[in-house]
């Protein structure tokens, strides 16, 4: 073990992995852990009240120890990275805890706002990635950008990413004087693990894309040119942390209003989640509201290859890790074809929100007759 203080270097022990002692501001000190990749992490447990607002400015932040391990891996150099990144954990029975400090010229800050799981907007945000199985069977992905808008998924081996789940969980940052701050919990109760005695093994990977660099750094090293990502994350350890038993409650309402007829429809309806064990789950639906599905995209598919589009629908998404609906091609002969899914409440949506009412009311007046419940199919 290696202690820095103000008066130089001083050997404590021959451990393969350092220490160091640094002001984190001129009152409080933070001890900067490194690490070896074979090394295993031993939270903390802290019974601590936290206000998750960006700032780490609670009391228990401050004695915890620091992490910086990331490195370069888009573009794929594995070289350190130009500006610090610090990152704190602790965990309670309630869940998981981190305040990460990412340091870079304020100017050079970029924050934009959008809709949960927009990940194509170039802009500063932090992730984390939790294999709970702690075996690479199965994990969830965490994100929250500059501006506090979140990204969330699971994941499967080796590195299946999937943005169809949700989960309930709570994140905010803060623009710094030379960076910016996040912190980020994670409830126990939205995430699926098996029974553990004792002490528990959780895979933890963390990456940070900073804008104006056009650079992702990830801790630990795994670039997408490399084979393995789930099984081969940083290895964390918790204890006497169960499975908790899961339960999810969503309302929706609908109005629909048709312009010719003068006819308002109103609709209310509910789905339900209750996971009692790791291994079952049950879902229920009371009127179910097939508008809030997002509708399938138009794809020209002149291929003999069939078209998968991924299961939108939200009661059948809760808690799947995985789900692929097959939409079976319509022969025809050397005819191109314009798969176009259109359902009545798709249209009826529309109604809403389209200044064409008239029209609208006649396309869905004809679907009804026609009776089209899934798709319909355009040749050219």
Known sequence: MWLRYSQGWRKHDSQHFCLTLLAFTPSVFALLVDISPDDVISVSEIDAPVVIDGRLDDAVWQNLPEYD?????????????????????????????????MRQPKETLIARLSSRDNREIKRDNINLTLDTSGEGRYGYWFGINLGDTQMDGTLLPERQFSNDW????????????????????????????????GERRIGLYMSR????????????ALPSTV????????????R???????????????????????????RAGADFFWRPTTNLQLTATINPDFGIAESDDVVINLSATETFFPEKGFSSLRGKRSSLRRLEQTPVARESVIEAPLTRWSIRAALVVSPCCQYWARVNRFVQKMKFSQRTCLAL
Not at 77 to 92: A, C, G, I
Not at 227 to 238: D, E, G, H, N, R
């Open 69 to 101: 391990e990331f490195s370069v891996t888009d573009p794929d150099t594995l070289v350190k990275p130009s500006h610090e990144t610090r990152v704190r954990l602790f965990y309670n029975d309630e869940g998981l805890y981190l305040g990460i400090l």
């Open 166 to 197: 949700d989960g309930a969980w709570r994140g905010a940052t803060t623009p710094l004087e030379d960076g910016w701050s996040a912190e980020m919990f994670i409830p126990w109760g939205i995430v699926s693990m098996p029974k553990v005695e």
């Open 209 to 220: 894309f900073v804008a104006y660099l056009d650079e992702r750094w990830g801790w630990p």
């Open 227 to 238: 084979p393995k990502f789930i099984s081969a994350l940083q290895s964390i350890t918790v």
């Open 240 to 266: 006497n942390v169960d499975p908790k038993q899961q339960y999810s409650v969503f309302p929706s309402m609908g109005i629909t209003s048709d312009g010719i007829d003068n006819d308002v429809q109103y």
